[in-house]
């Protein structure tokens, strides 16, 4: 009898191992290491004690008791607890008791953000643009803007600073004009002018040689700068600069904007006019995963495109707030890639209008391109250097238009900054734009390229 019931055993389960499949798997990124499963059958399938592990025999996550998927269902686990999932690894699947194995996936790098399986359950694993653990997988074609295509301008990248400027941890970018604005991480914000060949270096004028120190309201502390952009008003209006942490308290998050007044003055340092603390509306992130990307746009774009305000579910109208600079700033968090919309008002107070999934493991970077009247969300090179753009749908809502791929002609950077140059640099059909590399690669730190206007 004992001989048997050990035939029996592999009869049982050989019905629902075949239904149920690795669907997605996360690497890195905003969420922990996790695991998707996937039940392509017609019944509805008991997975509870089955086992997943990674390259390693033993590493082991168990499936919670209870655990059912219906057909059609999907079933994200988070594995971090028991083990963590390389840029070279395996997801494994295998029946209760953990020796036979059902199916398995294997990759040489990192989610970017999420290797998907596409259709569900049946199809090949690829580079999704979108994350979806918990939901089917993102299997749009080009043509619906959720798979990456390719960079609309040129290919190539060149360098466009010094040899060995700036060194690490250059950030957000935003160009105005012959003026090119830097934050780095250190706490310093740059003003950059054209050096005659096509690059930038450091204005020599009023203090600015080697960036200016940034302080908060009251000149303390050492804000953990990480992107900059301007108001209409242009630099003569202050420039705000989105910080993740005070660098004197670095485990501890502080998501704020600050303004600085940057039109006059020859001093070295700088020290906020305005502080707005965002952190306590927002959910937590780690003290290193905060406000990585800054930009704003201007109220009348957002009514023209009948922008819904979140806050109240009708469409956005400015005259329910006090003086606020004329328009809206949207902020990228690295930790969850998700961009928030806030009116700040002059006198003090904060209110988020809009929350926006930019369907990225992180946020590095935001620009808002006025002439194609498309927002930029950037990732760095835990996303393989994808860029995206959203409109505004006719819903009110940012929708994703496309996702672009880096140019071919660049490495896979650390590129935190991302910069477009105006309407009135198009030549030809193209224009420049410009990435900060926060690693200074090769002793560069800025390279520029074209996109098509």
């Given at each position: 009898?004992?001989?048997?019931?050990?035939?029996?055993?592999?009869?049982?389960?050989a019905?629902?191992?075949?239904?149920?499949?690795?669907?997605?798997?996360?690497?890195t990124?905003?969420?922990?290491?996790?695991?998707?499963?996937?039940?392509?059958?017609?019944?509805?399938?008991?997975?509870?004690?089955?086992?997943?592990?990674?390259?390693?025999?033993?590493?082991?996550?168990?499936?919670?008791?209870?655990?059912?998927l219906?057909?059609?269902?999907?079933?994200?686990?988070?594995?971090?607890?028991?083990?963590?999932?390389?840029?070279?690894?395996?997801?494994?699947?295998?029946?209760?008791?953990?020796?036979?194995?059902?199916?398995?996936?294997?990759?040489?790098?990192?989610?970017?953000?999420?290797?998907?399986?596409?259709?569900?359950?049946?199809?090949?694993?690829?580079?999704?643009?979108?994350?979806?653990?918990?939901?089917?997988?993102?299997?749009?074609?080009?043509?619906?803007?959720?798979?990456?295509?390719?960079?609309?301008?040129?290919?190539?990248?060149?360098?466009?600073d010094?040899?060995?400027?700036?060194?690490?941890?250059?950030?957000?970018?935003?160009?105005?004009?012959?003026?090119?604005?830097?934050?780095?991480?250190?706490?310093?914000l740059?003003?950059?002018?054209?050096?005659?060949?096509?690059?930038?270096?450091?204005?020599?004028?009023n203090?600015?040689?080697?960036?200016?120190?940034?302080?908060?309201?009251?000149?303390?502390?050492?804000?953990?700068?990480?992107?900059?952009?301007?108001?209409?008003?242009?630099?003569?209006?202050?420039?705000?600069?989105?910080?993740?942490?005070?660098g004197d308290?670095?485990?501890?998050?502080?998501?704020?904007?600050?303004?600085?007044?940057?039109?006059?003055?020859?001093?070295?340092?700088?020290?906020?006019?305005?502080e707005?603390?965002?952190?306590?509306?927002?959910?937590?992130?780690?003290?290193?995963?905060?406000?990585?990307?800054?930009?704003?746009?201007?109220?009348?774009?957002?009514?023209a495109?009948?922008?819904?305000?979140?806050?109240?579910g009708?469409?956005?109208?400015?005259?329910?707030?006090?003086?606020?600079?004329?328009?809206?700033?949207?902020?990228?968090?690295?930790?969850?890639g998700?961009v928030?919309?806030?009116?700040?008002?002059d006198?003090?107070?904060?209110?988020?209008?809009?929350?926006?999934?930019?369907?990225?493991?992180?946020?590095?970077?935001?620009?808002?391109?006025?002439?194609?009247?498309?927002?930029?969300?950037?990732?760095?090179?835990?996303?393989?250097?994808?860029?995206?753009?959203?409109?505004?749908?006719?819903?009110?809502?940012?929708?994703?238009?496309?996702?672009?791929?880096?140019?071919?002609g660049?490495?896979?950077?650390?590129?935190?900054?991302?910069?477009l140059?105006?309407?009135?640099?198009?030549?030809?059909?193209?224009?420049?734009?410009?990435?900060?590399?926060?690693?200074?690669?090769?002793?560069?730190a800025?390279?520029?390229?074209?996109?098509?206007?």
């Open positions: 009898m004992a001989a048997a019931a050990a035939l029996l055993v592999p009869v049982a389960h019905a629902p191992a075949d239904d149920i499949r690795v669907n997605e798997v996360v690497t990124g905003g969420v922990n290491d996790s695991i998707e499963l996937y039940n392509k059958g017609t019944a509805a399938v008991d997975v509870s004690g089955w086992i997943l592990k990674d390259d390693n025999n033993s590493s082991k996550f168990t499936v919670p008791s209870g655990t059912s219906a057909p059609g269902a999907v079933r994200a686990f988070d594995v971090s607890a028991s083990f963590g999932l390389g840029s070279s690894d395996k997801a494994r699947l295998y029946l209760p008791g953990g020796s036979t194995l059902v199916d398995s996936f294997t990759w040489t790098s990192h989610s970017a953000p999420s290797w998907s399986r596409c259709p569900d359950g049946t199809g090949a694993f690829r580079q999704a643009a979108t994350m979806t653990l918990g939901a089917l997988n993102d299997c749009g074609t080009s043509g619906g803007g959720s798979d990456p295509v390719a960079w609309p301008g040129g290919s190539s990248v060149a360098t466009a010094g040899s060995n400027v700036f060194g690490s941890d250059l950030s957000g970018l935003y160009e105005e004009g012959s003026v090119l604005w830097g934050a780095q991480n250190s706490g310093k740059w003003r950059l002018v054209r050096d005659g060949s096509g690059g930038w270096r450091p204005d020599t004028a203090g600015w040689t080697s960036g200016k120190t940034l302080r908060y309201p009251g000149g303390s502390g050492a804000p953990d700068s990480e992107a900059v952009t301007l108001t209409a008003a242009g630099a003569a209006g202050g420039a705000y600069v989105a910080t993740e942490r005070d308290a670095s485990g501890t998050s502080r998501l704020s904007v600050l303004r600085y007044e940057v039109g006059t003055g020859t001093g070295t340092g700088l020290t906020a006019t305005k707005w603390n965002l952190t306590a509306g927002l959910p937590a992130v780690g003290s290193n995963a905060g406000f990585e990307a800054i930009t704003w746009i201007p109220d009348a774009t957002l009514t495109a009948g922008f819904k305000d979140e806050s109240t009708a469409a956005y109208d400015p005259s329910r707030f006090g003086a606020h600079t004329g328009g809206v700033f949207f902020l990228g968090v690295e930790g969850t998700t928030y919309g806030y009116v700040l008002e006198g003090g107070t904060a209110t988020r209008i809009a929350t926006i999934g930019s369907g990225m493991s992180g946020v590095m970077e935001l620009q808002w391109e006025a002439q194609a009247a498309r927002l930029w969300v950037v990732c760095d090179d835990t996303c393989s250097g994808r860029h995206r753009t959203m409109k505004i749908g006719t819903t009110g809502s940012f929708a994703l238009a496309a996702v672009y791929n880096r140019p071919t660049m490495s896979n950077l650390n590129n935190e900054g991302f910069a140059a105006s309407a009135d640099e198009c030549v030809g059909g193209s224009k420049p734009v410009y990435w900060a590399d926060d690693s200074n690669t090769g002793g560069h800025i390279r520029r390229g074209t996109v098509t206007c």
